[in-house]
């Protein structure tokens, strides 16, 4: 079936630090992937998207490269602020399915300054 | 242009009593999702509507929760009654609509109701 597995939180960082968030898939195809994120008392905002292999999706200074060998969408950041405190989710979109998200279970990020 | 709407932000309630929730999309979005995101893990969807008409509710659990979007717009989320294990954050999300070009289906997400059941 469709999943999305990704790394265990909480992460903790210094600010400045460099950030990489796991997330790894099992879909049926080529499926596009989104990271979300989820600042405090918000609701989840989509951070970035690729919709293809090998397409690197970027936003804020935040990357992440859609990789199939490995069924891979790691969320990379060179240089953390304290304002990235939030909870990160990357989603596999089914659009054979009405188009709903299959969600990660979610890494809670806390940059310390 | 203004977001997705819910309310209330938070609901406490005893187990077995009921409680409901709102949902008023971004104006013009035909697709609606209610999404159940208990503390971690992430958001599972409930019930997904197109306009009026239900796309997909299989992990609705319909001996307690049902949903409605009567006229296409606004939505209501209720438990009856409610259980212990359902206490949660319920997310609303919509879309331009569930098909066509990606830049169609990007979901917009409301703050959420942060539900606990005592």
């Known amino acids: 079936g469709n999943s999305v597995t990704q790394m265990e939180g909480p992460v903790t960082l210094s600010e400045e630090a460099f950030l990489t968030i796991n997330c790894t898939y099992t879909a049926t195809g080529y499926p596009s992937l989104f990271w979300y994120v989820q600042y405090p008392g918000e609701g989840l905002q989509l951070l970035l998207k690729a919709t293809k292999a090998d397409d690197k999706g970027s936003n804020k200074g935040f990357e992440a490269t859609y990789r199939k060998e490995t069924t891979s969408f790691h969320l990379e950041k060179g240089s953390v602020q304290v304002s990235d405190s939030a909870v990160y989710f990357c989603?596999?979109?089914?659009?054979?399915?009405?188009?709903?998200?299959?969600f990660g279970q979610g890494t809670e990020l806390s940059v310390k300054p | 242009e203004a977001g997705v709407a819910q309310s209330p932000r938070y609901k406490i309630i005893e187990k077995r009593q009921s409680v409901a929730f709102w949902c008023n999309p971004i104006?013009?979005?035909?697709?609606l999702y209610w999404y159940q995101q208990i503390l971690g893990q992430g958001p599972k969807l409930l019930i997904q509507?197109?306009?009026?008409?239900?796309?997909?509710d299989s992990q609705l659990p319909k001996d307690r929760f049902s949903a409605e979007r009567l006229k296409g717009v606004d939505s209501t989320l209720k438990i009856q009654p409610a259980k212990l294990e359902d206490s949660a954050v319920y997310l609303c999300a919509s879309s331009l609509t569930s098909g066509g070009a990606l830049s169609y289906n990007e979901q917009f997400f409301g703050p959420g109701t942060r539900l606990t059941v005592l």
């Open positions: 989603a596999l979109p089914l659009y054979n399915q009405g188009g709903k998200l299959i």
């Open positions: 509507f197109q306009n009026n008409g239900v796309v997909d």
């Open positions: 104006s013009g979005h035909a697709t």
